[in-house]
């Protein structure tokens, strides 16, 4: 049996009334909690992202990561991600 947690962050956030009506109503429907619901919203959306998307993006908005790759080595890891 595995027991070991996976690390969690807390935010709060602010709704507006009738968005927390609404995924209220249908957190009822899926038969659990508004928080449950909208985290399993939130990890459904992660799932969905579109990995080269994200790669390209960070590649433009924060070109300065820790690891300095060769130019061989950045062109293979871009043809893996299709970009």
């Given at each position: 049996?595995?027991?070991?947690?996976?690390?969690?962050?807390?935010?709060?956030?602010?709704?507006?009334?009738?968005?927390?009506?609404?995924?209220?109503?249908?957190?009822?429907?899926?038969?659990?909690?508004?928080?449950?619901?909208?985290?399993?919203?939130?990890?459904?959306d992660?799932?969905?992202?579109?990995?080269?998307?994200?790669?390209?993006?960070?590649c433009?908005?924060r070109?300065?990561?820790d690891?300095?790759?060769?130019?061989?080595?950045?062109?293979?890891?871009?043809?893996?991600?299709?970009?």
């Open positions: 049996m595995n027991t070991a947690a996976i690390p969690t962050k807390r935010k709060n956030i602010d709704i507006r009334e009738d968005v927390y009506r609404f995924l209220s109503i249908k957190a009822a429907a899926s038969g659990t909690n508004l928080k449950s619901y909208i985290e399993a919203l939130l990890e459904k992660v799932e969905d992202m579109n990995e080269s998307a994200t790669y390209q993006y960070l433009d908005v070109p300065d990561g690891v300095v790759l060769t130019e061989e080595e950045t062109k293979d890891f871009e043809n893996w991600l299709g970009i």
